[in-house]
Antibody, heavy 121, light 111 residues
Framework: QVTLKESGPALVKPTQTLTLTCTFS??????????VIWIRQPPGQGLEWLAR???????FYSRSLETRLTMSTDTSKNQVVLRMTNMDPVDTATYYC?????????????WGQGIMVTVSS | QSVLTQPPSVSGAPGQRVTISCTGT?????????VHWYQQIPGTAPKLLFY???NRPSGVPDRFSVSKSGTSASLAITGLQAEDEAEYYC???????????FGSGTKVTVL
């Protein structure tokens, strides 16, 4: 069974750096074609793709946020870490990680439950 | 502002058929990238409904169907049921943005 779960702070202050961890099980990110995706959803709004990390450690970021985002992996712990710098109240959102498989046309087939992050002083 | 355009809402009585359109451009849907659909019940994470243009994950009822033509795609729900009340999103890849894009979302209401 594939599962993912996001963890991190529920509240960050403006200008701080947000660090979120996606802990997954049921698949190996080292397997060819596997990817982990980050998406966010502001309250009452739609979905926005943020970043992708691939089985070969290639990383891709949303063009609008690429200067603020970095990702890393700890394959031994089955974790992917996303860092977003210079947080602003407009970054208040539920942040999700999801599995993505190239073989399925890059569909996001399994999602974590999400973590609500509020940016406020 | 979403790259893919969906109607904000659609509604129908139980048993009726509703369709949700997803309109893009030549750099995304028209570029022959796979279109995927997600269902999001309020307060929960999105769930994959269709992938690879016309593949239904196990457990998804066959009253859901999809189609694609040119720069548009659509999701149809036949035999609408109360449990289908949710927000629906289309998603694909955009070559001009070098990233994934989502539709604006459509709220389905069962009258």
């Amino acid at each position: 069974q594939v599962t993912l779960k996001e963890s991190g702070p529920a509240l960050v202050k403006p200008t701080q750096t947000l660090t979120l961890t996606c802990t997954f099980s049921g698949f190996s990110l080292s397997r060819s074609g596997m990817r982990v995706i980050w998406i966010r959803q502001p309250p009452g709004q739609g979905l926005e793709w943020l970043a992708r990390i691939d089985w070969d450690d290639d990383k891709f970021y949303s063009r609008s946020l690429e200067t603020r985002l970095t990702m890393s992996t700890d394959t031994s712990k089955n974790q992917v870490v996303l860092r977003m710098t210079n947080m602003d109240p407009v970054d208040t959102a539920t942040y999700y990680c999801a599995r993505c498989m190239a073989a399925d046309g890059d569909a996001f087939d399994t999602w974590g439950q999400g973590i609500m992050v509020t940016v406020s002083s | 502002q979403s790259v893919l355009t969906q109607p904000p809402s659609v509604s129908g009585a139980p048993g009726q058929r509703v369709t949700i359109s997803c309109t893009g451009t030549s750099s995304n849907i028209g570029g022959l990238y796979d279109v995927h659909w997600y269902q999001q019940i309020p307060g929960t994470a999105p769930k994959l409904l269709f992938y690879g243009n016309n593949n239904r994950p196990s457990g998804v009822p066959d009253r859901f169907s999809v189609s694609k033509s040119g720069t548009s795609a659509s999701l149809a729900i036949t035999g609408l049921q109360a449990e289908d009340e949710a927000e629906y999103y289309c998603q694909t890849y955009d070559s001009s943005l070098n990233g994934y894009v989502f539709g604006s979302g459509t709220k389905v209401t069962v009258l």
